[in-house]
């Protein structure tokens, strides 16, 4: 054979789910090449439990998807995946535990899975061999479970087998060919080539070695993973849920024979041969048994289940398994087009790949995902993960802390800091408190405006960790005087070139061929008119132009647009977000505080809202560009990054007299919050568009055709089926932290998307899609936040200033 519609490369679980969905899909020209035998990688040793409830929501649909599948194998393929579906348990030891069940549940309702609290009593019926003392209660899921992973893959291959695919074993690839940005062929050892458009690395832990023949860096991680298997144990019986004991780090799932299967995730964890990848010899192998590392696990799971005490082990296995630097997969076309990958289960590639397989296919066959995997996507990753080092410590931290409670807003440790603003110093000295976002350090809040008499705004609950009287300070600050953001590290993008004026049009469904100096809010859609991406654009002259994006969605947004280019367009597209910095001046004394700084008129005649000017501010040249996401007068400073610390310095002392404070990014966020200000990835996904996200002012039908439009012209036509909605919850106190589940009338309605609390409008707020028929003001609807339901009312968009007349001043 030497074509092939698509070439996988790796003949382990997601390998073989990725050419059953395509063949399914009707591709049937798909060939599937593992160098080894099908199942040789980290398939073979895989403990197999299948969970559902993951962190995102697109994460446990797939996961869902994944035991529709399974159920359903056996008898369409001839082979048995020994799919078991005896449900899950997950054990809590602490009120903090209980919580984060409460927390699970609600979320888990809002997808329709039976995820259910029940006492330890009832535990204990379900698993009866576990020491109830100091268990306080545990979440069940009757639809989780465990199976065969070889046996998965072997149904899995046997369904792509009938539909056409043809598998080779013993064929390892050692070239792929790329041509002008684009994948053209597979080279094999033997010497064969075959010629292909599309090509997955779904080489689990070897998948950096894979992507590297592309020109693609795959920031997988392997680490030595162990679990125990013993001989039967009087009272273990194979119907028992598997069973997950955070607190104590391990897992357990039944055996077939009675014994039972024991792992988990230690403190101290190993990685291996995460420089240059697994060695080429690394198939149907595993690493020494390690009985130190694994000590700590089984003394938790002794003390858990005495019977273990005296039972004897059949065997220690110890096997390696791809981890991410952040603990999402990795999925998605690379920058090198055709060149897709999926890899980097992080321990759940079994579980995950049934939906991993239909993502991926879907997302070849179409050109875009169906879901919003933005947290899963390739894209996310910037080049600072070409660090094998930096790589290493996220996912050495990520794995440490897989069973802790992860409370909302809190930061990660490992590789910091990175990448600093040129005011870094400036905003330490002033007490900032740092986050971090794709490798950026950004103020959270600053101590410095630290203050007691704020202490009762602190949210309830676990909303309440993390969080400071800095950022109600910072917030009414903001909204009474003015505070100072540095925004360094917002990702922008220019585009230039003859044809970068029609090139915007199209890819843009609000209208940017607006005169030299205009700001315009904007998303990219996808065909089906879901938000790719949600920017202001910026006319800088006839020909060129600066897109401003969140500070996470710049490899995001710029591989989007790279994508829509065409060969025949004549358009540069470029990263500037390093040479510029950005610093926010917003609230009612804006304009006081720059005036005397700058000869520009800063009238609302000369200078009017979206609007942008080539300024000079005290000795710092920069753009100034009267937007704002907060909802006050103000500007956005871009001086290039050498002049950052000099407008700093320059606008913290003309601020002073005016009341001025340093503000940080919790600020913004209830800010925003108040002001109906939508966030991309929560509130605004790839799968809602923009009728949906009730952001139709910034469509433009009446423009030349743009990407997605067909699909709002359905969708306008037919009406919204729902609608984005604000809501006001009757408890300020009782903060969202997203994907909380809507009720009305006792049943499910949606989710929140995001929220938070408005310290100016005194309201809890939470954003969520109703069903248009629910989505009329009036109608009363409870929001569970940690297990107790808070009425909420349907309030207008923004809380504050609806009428937009304090960014207009
Ligand atoms: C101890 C342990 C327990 C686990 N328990 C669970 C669990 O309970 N539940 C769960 O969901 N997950 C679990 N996992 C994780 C799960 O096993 C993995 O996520 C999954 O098997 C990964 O599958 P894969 O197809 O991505 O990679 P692999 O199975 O590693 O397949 C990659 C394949 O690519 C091939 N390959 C590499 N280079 C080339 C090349 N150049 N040319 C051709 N072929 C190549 C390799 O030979 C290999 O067969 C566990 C993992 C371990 C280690």
């Not at 903090?96 to 204990?124: C, D, H, K, N, Y």
């Not at 087009?337 to 239909?358: E, L, P, S, T």
């Not at 940017?512 to 904007?522: E, L, S």
Request: charged share 25%.
């Amino acid at each position: 054979m030497d074509e092939a519609r698509a070439v996988v490369i790796g003949g382990g679980v997601a390998g073989a789910s990725i050419a059953y969905h395509l063949t399914e899909l009707g591709w049937p020209e798909v060939v599937l090449v593992e160098r080894s035998e099908l199942t040789s990688g980290s398939t073979f040793h895989s403990a197999g439990l299948v969970g559902q409830l993951r962190s995102s929501v697109t994460l446990t649909k797939m996961m869902m998807y994944s035991v529709r599948l399974y159920r359903q194998l056996l008898e369409e393929t001839g082979v048995d995946p020994s799919w078991h579906e005896v449900g899950s348990l997950r054990l809590a030891s602490s009120k903090a535990r209980i919580e984060e069940l409460q927390r699970l549940a609600g979320w888990g309702q809002t997808f329709g899975l039976p995820l259910e609290i029940v006492s330890t009593e009832e535990a204990l019926e379900l698993w009866p061999l576990f020491d109830p003392e100091g268990v306080e209660g545990a979440a069940f899921l009757p639809t989780d479970g465990y199976l065969d992973p070889s046996g998965l893959t072997f149904a899995l291959v046997e369904g792509a087998r009938r539909r056409g695919a043809t598998v080779r074993q013993g064929a390892r690839v050692t070239g792929i060919d790329v041509e002008r940005g684009r994948v053209t062929a597979v080279r094999l050892e033997d010497g064969e080539r075959i010629r292909t458009e599309v090509v997955v690395d779904a080489g689990g832990m070897y998948a950096n070695q894979i992507g590297r023949l592309a020109g693609v860096e795959v920031p997988v991680v392997p680490f030595a993973h162990q679990y125990l298997l013993t001989v039967p144990i009087e009272g273990v019986r194979p119907e028992f849920p598997t069973m997950r004991d955070p607190d104590r780090l391990v897992y357990f799932r039944p055996e077939a024979g009675g014994g039972l299967v024991m792992g988990g995730y230690e403190r101290d964890p190993a990685p291996w041969a995460w420089e240059q990848g697994p060695p080429a010899s690394f198939n149907n192998t595993l690493l020494p048994e390690d009985w130190e590392r694994f000590e700590p696990l089984a003394e938790g799971a002794f003390s858990l289940v005495p019977a273990m005490t005296s039972a004897e082990v059949v065997k220690l296995i110890n096997g390696p398994e791809a981890f991410t630097p952040d603990g999402e997969f990795i999925l998605g076309e690379s920058e090198v087009a055709g060149f897709f990958v999926a890899a980097g289960f992080c321990a759940h590639g079994i579980a995950g790949a049934g939906g991993i397989g239909k993502v991926l296919a879907e997302w070849i066959v179409a050109g875009e995902p169906e879901l919003d995997v933005w947290k899963m996507d390739i894209r996310r990753f910037g080049r600072h993960h070409e660090s094998r080092s930096y790589a290493k410590a996220r996912a050495f931290e990520i794995y440490s802390r897989y069973y802790d409670i992860h409370y909302p807003n809190e930061e990660r440790e490992a590789g910091r800091p990175l990448k600093m603003a040129p005011t870094y110093g400036r905003l330490a000295v002033l007490g900032a408190v740092f986050g971090e976002k794709a490798g950026w350090e950004r103020p959270n809040w600053f101590t410095s405006n630290e203050d007691p008499a704020h202490e009762h705004l602190r949210p309830r609950g676990w909303a309440g960790e993390n969080w400071s009287t800095a950022i109600p300070a910072e917030h009414l600050a903001t909204r009474e005087r003015a505070g100072l953001f540095d925004e360094s590290s917002f990702a922008k993008i220019e585009v230039s070139g003859p044809d970068a004026c029609p090139f915007l049009q199209r890819v843009c469904a609000n209208d940017v061929d607006r005169p030299v100096g205009t700001v315009v809010y904007t998303q990219m859609l996808n065909r089906r008119g879901g938000i790719e991406c949600d920017v202001t654009i910026t006319r800088l002259s006839e020909e060129h132009f600066r897109i401003v994006t969140g500070t996470a969605f710049g490899n995001h947004d710029l591989a989007w647009i790279r994508r829509q280019l065409r060969s025949i367009e004549d358009v540069r597209v470029r990263d500037v977000t390093p040479e510029l910095a950005c610093l926010g001046l917003w609230g009612p004394a804006a304009r006081e505080i720059l005036a005397p700084l700058t000869q520009a008129d800063l009238s609302n005649e000369a200078f009017p809202y979206m609007t942008a000017q080539q300024v000079v501010v005290g000795h710092a040249p920069c753009l100034a560009a009267r937007v704002t996401y907060v909802g006050e007068l103000g500007w956005e400073l871009y001086p290039s990054s050498e002049f950052a610390q000099v407008l700093w310095d320059t606008l913290v002392e003309a601020g002073r007299p005016h009341g001025l404070v340093p503000a940080g990014y919790r600020a913004i966020d209830s800010l925003r919050v108040e002001k109906g200000y939508l966030a991309w990835g929560a509130d605004i996904t790839p799968e809602d568009t923009p009728i949906e996200a009730g952001l139709g002012f910034a469509v433009k039908m009446d423009k030349p055709a743009f990407t997605g439009r067909e699909a709002l012209e359905r969708a306008l036509a037919e009406g919204p089926r729902r609608i984005l909605r604000t809501l006001r919850l009757s408890d300020p106190r009782a903060m969202v932290l997203g994907n909380e589940p809507v009720f009305h009338d006792g049943a499910v309605v949606s989710r929140v998307t995001s929220g938070g609390v408005g310290y100016s409008v005194g309201a809890s707020i939470a954003f969520a899609y109703l069903p248009s028929e629910l989505a009329e003001p009036g109608i009363t609807l409870q929001v569970e936040v940690f297990g107790e339901r808070v009425e909420a009312e349907i309030a207008p968009r923004a809380l504050h200033d609806p009428a937009g007349r304090r960014i207009r001043a």
